[in-house]
């Protein structure tokens, strides 16, 4: 089953957002090694999940779930199958796992990740 992980902001002006957030909800927000206009935003202690605020210059949708899976090609597989799109070529992030984005038959843009 696909656990959500991760969730992105995305922002025109991903600093502009992050000062937001911090101020409402009291935030951490910090930049990601990589890329550039990635900020890494730890939400507090307890349940639920972390996410980060990026630029828009990387994806337009304004937000991003990322879910888990066991087997990132499968997972591929499985979504052609059932009509999504991949988006863009799998990655390896040190210490992450490996990630690809795909777009569900209603043109949502989800992150998968494999750690």
């Known amino acids: 089953m696909g656990r959500i992980v991760h969730v992105e902001i995305v ?3 991903h600093n502009r957002a992050a000062e ?7 935030w951490q927000v910090t930049p990601a090694p990589v890329p550039e206009g990635y900020l890494l935003a730890e ?3 307890g349940e639920g999940i972390d996410g980060a605020i990026m630029s828009s ?13 066991d087997d990132l090609e499968a997972t591929l597989a499985d979504a052609a199958r059932a ?9 390896e992030l040190p210490g992450i796992g490996r990630l690809c984005y795909l777009r569900d038959t209603e043109g949502v843009l989800v992150g ?3 750690s």
Not at 57 to 69: C, F, G, H, K, M
């Open 11 to 13: 922002a025109e002006d």
């Open 83 to 91: 009509g999504g799109d991949q988006v863009g070529e799998i990655q």
């Open 43 to 45: 939400t507090g202690p």
């Open 112 to 114: 998968l990740r494999q």
């Open 20 to 26: 937001f957030y911090s101020k409402v909800f009291g």
């Open 57 to 69: 210059r990387y994806q337009s949708q304004p937000t991003i779930v990322w879910i888990e899976v």
